[in-house]
C-alpha cells in the first residue's frame, strides 16, 4: 500500500506510527506509543483508543488522558453518543462530526453535554471503529479538538488510509491479551541471547530481541526495508518458504550479505505451531571474516578473494568461479596471484595457516 501524498513531516509521522501499531502488545502500549504522533499528525488536542470487548467488566476499555474522566463512564450512556451510533453502522469507515451531525448543533447532543461536565472543550472529532477479522472484540481510534475549524477531508482520508493497519493492532491487543501469546514467545527465546524475529507467514513482525535493530540499521537501508521496518528480500524469501514448505529446496532457508571481510548470516526457522498460528524465526549472526588489520593492509580486491576463501573454504578452482561473475578475464593464475600477495601481507605459512589465523578468536 503506498503512503498518500505526505509531505515530509507527514510521511515521517506516518511511518513512526506504523511502526508503532506493530510492535505494541498492549493498549497501553498502543496508545502511549501513538498518541504524541496522532495528535501532531491529525492536529488534535486530545487521542483517545478503546477496547470493546463484551468479556471486559464494562464492555469498554478507555485508554485516554485529559479525556479520560469524560469516557470513564462511557458504558452508561454510549447508546447515546452520536459517534458510536454512526460507526457502529459504519465500522471500519473514518468519519468526522461534520458528516455524523449533518447540520445538528453539537450542543443538543448527549456528547456535548457529558464532555462539558467532565470540564472540557470539545468541539470536533474525528474517528473510526476498527472490526479486525476473527475477532469477538472492536477498536476505536478517537481524535478530539478544542478549536473551532473541524477536522478537514484530508484528515479524515488519512485516518480511513491508517484503518487496515490499526486493524492489524487491534488484533494483535486483543488475541495476544487473550492467549497470552506474547508471554510464550518470551519464554521461548529469553534463553536466547541472538537477535531474532518472530515473524507471521505473511512476514508480519510480532517480536524482536534487542540485537536486531542495531543489525538492521548497520546492514539496511532505508529504502531496501518496507514500510512495517523489514528488509524486502526476507518477505520475498519467507513467502517463498512458506510456498515450498511441503516440498523444500535445500539452503533456502538461509540468506546471506556481504561486506569486506563481514558477513551477515539470517536463518529461517518455523517455530512450533503456538495456539492457532503458524509463526517464522528469524535469526540474524554476524561475522567478522577478517581481523580487522588485515583490512588496513590489503587492498579491495585482496580483499574480496580472501573473504571468500575464509567464507566457502574452497580450491582455487572452485574459488575461481565464484568470484569471476561477469568479469571475463578472470583465470586461476589470477586467485593464485592474489593468494600469494595476501599470505605474504598477513605473514600466512599457506592456506590452512591463513583460514586458521583468520577465524581465531
Known amino acids: 500500500m503506498d503512503l498518500p501524498d505526505f509531505n515530509k513531516k507527514q510521511h515521517l509521522l506516518a511511518y513512526e506510527l506504523m511502526h508503532a501499531f506493530l510492535d505494541s502488545w498492549t493498549l497501553s502500549e498502543l496508545h502511549e506509543s501513538t498518541e504524541a504522533d496522532l495528535a501532531r499528525l491529525f492536529q488534535a488536542d486530545h487521542v483517545a483508543l478503546c477496547l470493546m470487548d463484551p468479556s471486559l467488566p464494562t464492555g469498554f476499555d478507555w485508554k485516554a488522558r485529559e479525556t479520560a474522566s469524560f469516557l470513564q463512564g462511557y458504558y452508561q450512556w454510549f447508546q447515546e453518543d452520536f459517534v458510536f451510533q454512526w460507526l457502529s453502522r459504519q465500522p471500519n469507515t473514518a468519519l468526522s462530526d461534520t458528516e455524523m451531525l449533518r447540520g445538528e448543533k453539537l450542543e443538543n447532543t448527549e456528547t456535548y453535554r457529558r464532555s462539558r461536565q467532565a470540564h472540557l472543550r470539545l468541539r470536533h472529532v474525528l474517528s473510526v471503529l476498527i472490526s479486525p477479522e476473527s475477532q469477538q472484540g472492536q477498536g476505536a481510534v478517537a481524535l478530539y479538538s478544542d478549536r473551532s475549524k473541524p477536522f478537514s477531508e484530508e484528515h479524515r482520508l488519512i485516518l480511513q488510509w491508517f484503518t487496515p493497519f490499526l486493524k492489524s493492532a487491534f488484533h494483535n491487543v486483543m488475541r495476544l491479551a487473550s492467549l497470552g501469546f506474547r508471554q510464550q514467545l518470551l519464554e521461548a527465546l529469553a534463553h536466547q541471547t541472538s537477535a531474532s524475529l518472530v515473524l507471521t507467514e505473511q512476514s508480519r513482525e510480532l517480536l524482536r530481541t534487542a540485537p536486531v ?149
Request: aromatic content about 8%.
Open 213 to 361: 535493530t542495531p543489525l538492521l540499521e548497520k546492514w539496511f537501508s532505508r529504502s531496501s526495508l518496507n514500510l512495517a521496518g523489514i528488509p524486502r528480500d526476507w518477505v520475498e524469501r519467507l513467502t517463498e518458504l512458506v510456498r515450498t514448505e511441503r516440498d523444500p529446496v535445500p539452503g533456502r532457508d538461509t540468506w546471506r550479505s556481504n561486506r569486506p571481510g563481514e558477513e551477515l548470516k539470517v536463518t529461517f526457522r518455523r517455530l512450533p505451531r503456538l495456539e492457532n498460528g503458524r509463526f517464522w524465526e528469524v535469526t540474524m549472526e554476524e561475522f567478522m571474516l577478517l581481523p580487522r588489520e588485515w583490512l588496513r593492509i590489503l587492498t579491495p580486491r585482496q580483499i574480496e578473494v580472501a573473504t571468500c576463501l575464509v567464507r566457502e573454504g574452497c580450491d582455487d578452482e572452485e574459488l575461481t568461479r565464484l568470484l569471476k561473475g561477469e568479469r571475463e578475464k578472470y583465470s586461476v593464475e589470477t586467485v593464485k596471484t592474489h593468494l600469494r600477495a595476501i599470505y605474504k601481507r598477513v605473514g600466512a605459512e599457506g592456506r590452512t595457516d591463513f583460514i586458521s589465523r583468520a577465524l581465531r578468536p
